[in-house]
Structures are given as structure tokens and as C-alpha cells.
């Protein structure tokens, strides 16, 4: 059967049996330019932004070639609330709460201890991290200033950078220092 249907594709209209006039076909295109089709059977008519509130379920069917009329509304169904330059839904704070607002059971506002102050870092640490980020910015300055590359620069930026990540890393504490076997389970 494919065979069939695929061996009636490739044959002209002529051929097929059906007599096509290209000429009327075209004819009726140009007559035809600029009007609107006919909307399908069943379709509601369009309504306008302000019409959209109205429920009336009319059909194209009802009546055809006649614009539907619509009675306007004395008032408009729906509405909206407009405030004042100002205030709004969004200006609204919550009152603070205070100790009369809390029962027996609640604790209170809390309020975070202190936190502990940062350890003190020794001089090693403190010029491995001016290496490690002082080199490139170092680099990075002297491209952007067009200086030259000489030796001490480019050994500088580049050495300080290597040379403050290798102590960063060497000075890691690790957990190989604990004596405690780590493959005994849970240590209580």
C-alpha cells in the first residue's frame, strides 16, 4: 500500500485526476487579501480589555455577519486599591516585640555570645601569605604599568608566590598527629 501512495505523490495534479486551475486559484487569493477568515464554529467573539468582565457566552454561531451588541456596564465589575504616594503594603514594619509578648515557655530574644577573637598569626605565616598574594599582584602591576620584566621582578613575583604556598602547605597541621589508631571506629 506505501507503494501505492508514494507512486500517486510524484504525479501532477493533471495526472491525479483532479482538474486545477492555478490562474483561478491565484484569483482568489488576491480577492481574498486583507479580509479576515471566518472564525471556526463555537468560538467565543473577542472582547476587549474592558469587556473581559462581563460573562455573556455568545458564539460566532448565534449570529452570523452581525456584530454581537453589548450594554455597557453601569459601574465596572472589578476594581483595584490605589494608595497614596507613600504608603503601602510594602511601608508596613512589624512592631518590636517585647518582654510582655513572650509566655512562660518562650526564652526571650537571643542573643549570640561574643565570638572567640582570631588566633594571632607569628611572623611565618604572615610572610608566606604576603607571598603568596603579593607575587602576582606583583605580576599583575607590572603589566599593567608596562615595566620591564627584569630578573629580580619576575623572581620575586613568582618565587614569593611558590615559595609562600610551599610554607603555607608544610606548616598544615594534619591528623596523623593523634595517636590514636583511626581505623578502630568511633572513639567515644
Known sequence: MAEHDSDREDREPEEQGVPFDEDAAWAAIVAGYGDE????????????????????????????GEAPKQEKPKKPLGGSVSFAPGVGPRDYTAAEPSEDDFDEDDEGHFVPPEPPPLPTADATAKFAWLGVIGGPILLLLAVLLSWDMTWWLA????????????TLVMRMKTDDEDNDDPGRGAVV
Do not use: C, Y
Open 155 to 166: 623572581t620575586l613575583g613568582i618565587g614569593g608566590f611558590l615559595g609562600g604556598f610551599a
Open 37 to 64: 477568515p471566518k472564525d471556526p464554529p463555537g468560538t467565543k467573539p473577542f472582547k476587549s480589555v474592558e469587556d473581559l468582565a462581563l460573562l455573556e457566552p455568545e458564539t460566532n454561531d448565534d449570529s452570523e
